[in-house]
């Protein structure tokens, strides 16, 4: 498994297979062979994280909301994993 770098690292300084490790640690699983498309399930609620060109796209679905965020790769990895773990 690569090495992830510390958590204050923006996410465009992780290589694709660091994000891809993270993003395993958090729980989510890739969707099918589409490496940019992940799900994360939650007892409360799922998520479909997608990696673009620009961003990394959340897509939140439970507690009766929905709702989607868009994170810039310039965000540190634990800024935008705890907005991830917040939820909707």
């Known amino acids: 498994m690569p090495t992830l770098p510390p958590e204050r690292t ?15 640690q958090l729980g989510a699983r890739q969707e099918g062979s589409q490496a940019v ?14 990696l673009e060109s620009e961003d990394l796209a959340v897509s939140w679905h439970g507690e009766g909301r929905e709702c989607q965020r868009r994170f810039p ?6 800024d935008v994993e705890a907005a991830i773990l917040a939820g909707p």
């Open 73 to 78: 790769y310039g965000l540190t990895r634990a």
């Open 10 to 24: 923006p996410l465009y300084n992780h290589p694709l297979p660091a994000l891809e490790a993270w993003l395993r």
């Open 37 to 50: 498309h992940w799900d994360l399930q939650r007892p409360e609620w799922s998520a479909r994280i997608t």
